[in-house]
């Protein structure tokens, strides 16, 4: 939901995924704050280093809590997407998760319940779907152009 301040994005997990979020937020128009939070003070230095406009806090309950963001990017290890996607969700945020949403399929059903319910969006990242390279490889297999593949 964007509001009259721009969108405040909060970006949960700070590993592998978070700083490549923090900067493409960073670089959209609209996006007036980008909030990182990580329990690794180490990563939330780095980013701070890395990316000065970003506030930082080591507890994603206090993004949530306090409603700083209007939407959240779920960038954790996996066994934790579906208690944070919740409790996002529960509190009227809109969820970018990234892949694996759950490590059950029980728990997805019940996020998108719950999305549906609360009238929030919930999305999971599919970082390479609309990637050009992977696409041009899908044709070249469809196409049968590679021979047979044992592996990709």
Same mark, same amino acid.
């Given at each position: 939901?964007?509001?009259? $301040?721009?969108?405040?994005?909060?970006?949960?997990?700070?590993?592998?995924?978070?700083?490549?979020?923090? =900067?493409? #937020?960073? *670089?959209?128009?609209?996006?007036?704050? &980008?909030?990182?939070?990580? $329990?690794?003070? =180490? @990563?939330?230095?780095?980013?701070?280093?890395?990316? /000065? $406009?970003? &506030?930082?806090?080591?507890?994603?309950?206090?993004?949530?809590? +306090?409603?700083?963001?209007?939407?959240?990017?779920? !960038?954790?290890?996996?066994?934790?997407? #579906? !208690?944070?996607? @919740?409790?996002?969700? *529960?509190?009227?945020?809109?969820?970018?998760?990234?892949? /694996?949403? +759950?490590? @059950?399929? *029980? *728990? !997805?059903?019940?996020?998108?319940?719950?999305?549906?319910?609360?009238? =929030?969006?919930?999305? &999971?990242?599919? +970082? #390479?779907? #609309?990637?050009?390279?992977?696409?041009?490889?899908?044709?070249?297999?469809?196409?049968?152009?590679?021979? $047979?593949?044992?592996?990709?």
């Amino acid at each position: 939901m964007k509001n009259d $301040r721009g969108l405040h994005v909060g970006i949960i997990g700070c590993g592998y995924w978070g700083p490549n979020y923090v =900067r493409n #937020f960073l *670089e959209m128009d609209g996006v007036a704050k &980008v909030i990182c939070c990580d $329990r690794d003070g =180490r @990563q939330l230095e780095k980013i701070a280093r890395r990316f /000065p $406009r970003v &506030v930082t806090c080591g507890d994603y309950r206090n993004l949530i809590e +306090t409603h700083a963001a209007d939407c959240v990017v779920v !960038a954790t290890p996996a066994e934790s997407h #579906f !208690a944070i996607a @919740q409790i996002c969700l *529960e509190n009227d945020i809109d969820v970018l998760v990234e892949k /694996p949403m +759950t490590l @059950q399929a *029980e *728990e !997805a059903e019940v996020l998108c319940g719950l999305a549906a319910r609360k009238k =929030r969006i919930l999305m &999971v990242a599919h +970082t #390479f779907l #609309f990637n050009s390279g992977v696409s041009k490889i899908h044709e070249l297999i469809r196409n049968g152009q590679l021979g $047979r593949l044992y592996y990709l």
